[in-house]
C-alpha cells in the first residue's frame, strides 16, 4: 500500500538559515512519481518539483534543492537561506497507477515551516 | 490563463444538511481530482475524474460522491452532513490524467457543520 511520512510536524528558523524538510514514502510499485507541493496560508498548494522512479539525479533550483534515495526510499527538500516568504505547509506526495485506470496521488501529513524575521 | 475556480469559498451548513461544491479546471485539462484537507487527517484524496468518469475513489463513505460535466467541471456532494465534515476541500486538475502529471489546485471551499 502507499504511504507518505513527513516525520517534522513543525519547523521553526531563523531566516538565513538552510532548512531540510523530510519525506520517506512505500509503495510496490515500481513505476511511480514523487511530487513536493507549497501551501501558503492562503490555502492553494503549489507544485514545487515531480521526480518519477527512474531519475534518482538530484536537483537544484534557486535557493531549493531535491534529495532522491530510492535506497532508503527517501526524497528530501532543502532551502537554502530560508526567507520569510518561505513559511507555509510543505507537503510530499506519491502518485501512481489507480487499480482501476488513472492514478491515486496520496500526500504525507505536511511539514509546516516558520521563517522568523 | 484563469487558474482553478472552487466556488462557494466559505461554508456553513447544518449536521443533517447536504451540499454540493463546484470545481472548474484549468481550460483544457480534463483530471479533476477532489481532497478533504483536516488539521487531524491532513490531505486526504476523495476522488479524480477523467473526461466524464471517475477512476479512483479513496475511503469515504457513500455520502460523498461527485461527478464531472462535459466540459470538464466537477461538483462534489456530501450529503446528511456530520460534524466531522467540517474541512477544507481541495479541488486539482491536471492536463494529463496519468500520475506523472502536475496538480494545479483551486483555494479550496471550507466547510464548517454546526
Known amino acids: 500500500a502507499q504511504k507518505v511520512t513527513q516525520a517534522q510536524t513543525e519547523i521553526s528558523v531563523v531566516e538565513k538559515e538552510d532548512v531540510t524538510l523530510d519525506c520517506v514514502y512505500e509503495t510496490r510499485d515500481t513505476t511511480y512519481y514523487l511530487f513536493w507541493y507549497k501551501q501558503p496560508p492562503s490555502g492553494e498548494l503549489v507544485f514545487l518539483i515531480r521526480r518519477n522512479s527512474f531519475d534518482e539525479q538530484n536537483e537544484i533550483s534557486g535557493r531549493y534543492s531535491w534529495n532522491f534515495q530510492k535506497s532508503t526510499s527517501s526524497f528530501n527538500f532543502t532551502i537554502t537561506a530560508s526567507q520569510v516568504v518561505d513559511s507555509a505547509v510543505y507537503f510530499c506526495?506519491?502518485?501512481?497507477?489507480?487499480?482501476?485506470?488513472?492514478?491515486?496521488?496520496?500526500f504525507g501529513a505536511g511539514t509546516r515551516l516558520f521563517v522568523k524575521a | 490563463k484563469a487558474g482553478v475556480t472552487q466556488t462557494p469559498r466559505y461554508l456553513i451548513k447544518t449536521r443533517g444538511q447536504q451540499v454540493t461544491l463546484s470545481c472548474s479546471p484549468i481550460?483544457?485539462?480534463?483530471?479533476v481530482s477532489w481532497y478533504q484537507q483536516t488539521p487531524g487527517q491532513g490531505l486526504q484524496f476523495l476522488f479524480e475524474y477523467f473526461s466524464e468518469t471517475q477512476r479512483n475513489k479513496g475511503n469515504f463513505p457513500g455520502r460523498f460522491s461527485g461527478r464531472q460535466f462535459s466540459n470538464s467541471r466537477s461538483e462534489m456532494n456530501v450529503s446528511t452532513l456530520e460534524l466531522g465534515d467540517s474541512a477544507l476541500y481541495l479541488c486539482?486538475?491536471?492536463?494529463?490524467?496519468?500520475?506523472?502529471?502536475?496538480?494545479?489546485f483551486g483555494q479550496g471551499t471550507r466547510l464548517t457543520v454546526v
Open positions: 506526495a506519491l502518485s501512481e497507477a489507480g487499480n482501476t485506470g488513472g492514478f491515486k496521488t496520496i
Open positions: 481550460s483544457g485539462h480534463r483530471s
Open positions: 486539482a486538475s491536471r492536463a494529463g490524467g496519468f500520475s506523472s502529471s502536475e496538480a494545479f
